[in-house]
């Protein structure tokens, strides 16, 4: 069965919770230590959607096989036009092309959204996988940041990435 990129609903919070779960728990990607529960995940859907700001899933053999969402970067009116985005793909359905195609939906999105700046803040300086795929997107590093987290009894950096959308910085935002 095909994958299918979609707007994300409440409904799959579940599988969301499955999928971010696993990284928070086995991986360097996420900072957080605990992974959240299902009424949390409900609970940041529910806040990005309602921002007006993009939240994909990937839909795979009736489940959620991944998800990509755009976010505020920081809360200051001069940002606005600027996202932070976050991408997770489930263990079982990775080398796949998921990835690629969440993230280039999710860059589409944004652009049809006048978004200009978009921002990986990618956990790990090792995490070749996440780094590979926003440069397969377009983005660029911009930044490292060593040992800005301590998580599975060590320290670990901060890669960030950044990809200019549309017009970029060649016109004032709308």
């Known amino acids: 069965m095909p994958t299918i990129i979609r707007d994300v609903n ?9 999928i971010y779960g ?11 230590l605990l992974p959240p529960d299902e009424d ?12 007006g700001h993009p939240f994909l899933a990937a839909e795979t053999d009736g489940g959620i096989s991944g ?19 976050s991408i997770y793909v489930s263990p079982d ?11 280039s939906d999710l860059v589409q999105v944004c652009d049809q959204l006048g978004i200009r700046q978009l921002i990986a803040v990618i956990g790990d300086s090792g995490n ?11 983005f660029n ?6 040992s800005t987290g301590y998580k599975h009894d060590r320290w670990v950096d901060t890669v960030l990435m950044q990809r200019e959308i549309g017009e970029g910085n060649r016109k004032p935002p709308r």
């Open 141 to 146: 590093q911009v930044g490292l940041l060593p």
């Open 22 to 32: 696993h990284y928070v728990l086995n991986g360097l990607s996420s900072f957080e």
């Open 128 to 138: 070749h996988a996440s780094i590979n795929l926003h440069v397969k997107c377009g």
């Open 67 to 85: 998800y990509a969402y755009a976010s505020t970067y920081r809360h200051r009116a001069a940002y606005d036009h600027t996202l932070e985005n």
């Open 40 to 51: 949390e995940i409900r609970k940041r859907i529910k806040r990005i959607k309602e921002r």
């Open 10 to 18: 409440v409904q799959d919070a579940g599988g969301i919770r499955d």
């Open 93 to 103: 359905y990775l080398r796949r092309g998921i990835g690629l195609r969440l993230l």
